[in-house]
């Protein structure tokens, strides 16, 4: 499987960015996908996520009531949709899959930069 993101950029605070996640290869293995970000000097940290089966979407605090994950039915492609972004955002935001691997995400995109500026 692979996992190719777009739409990242620089945007001021206050605004919005959308970005997507297109994944080719094994997808009709596809249980779920998500997005982690990591900020300089930070770990990886948990956005978001959607379950393929039942459309159930999760959030981290952080971005809960601002960030809205979303996907296609042929679960080949994921968005988020970043509103009210702030500086706090700044970070290489990477899409992620689990393909059949029992929910644990095994395939990694290669990241795209987010910044923010106040």
């Known amino acids: 499987v692979q996992l190719v993101e777009s739409g990242g950029g620089l945007v001021q605070a206050g605004g919005s960015l959308r970005l997507s996640c297109a994944a080719s290869?094994?997808?009709?293995?596809?249980?779920?996908m998500g997005w982690f970000r990591q900020a300089p000097g930070k770990e990886r940290e948990f956005v978001a996520s959607?379950?393929?089966?039942?459309?159930?979407?999760y959030y981290a605090d952080s971005v809960r009531g601002r960030f809205t994950i979303s996907g296609d039915n042929a679960k080949t492609t994921v968005y988020l949709q970043m509103n009210s972004l702030k500086p706090e955002d700044t970070a290489v935001y990477y899409c992620?899959?689990?393909?059949?691997?029992?929910?644990?995400?095994?395939?990694w995109g290669q990241g795209t930069q987010v910044t923010v500026s106040s």
């Open positions: 959607i379950i393929w089966n039942g459309g159930s979407a």
């Open positions: 290869g094994r997808t009709f293995r596809n249980d779920a």
């Open positions: 992620a899959a689990a393909v059949d691997s029992g929910g644990q995400y095994n395939y």
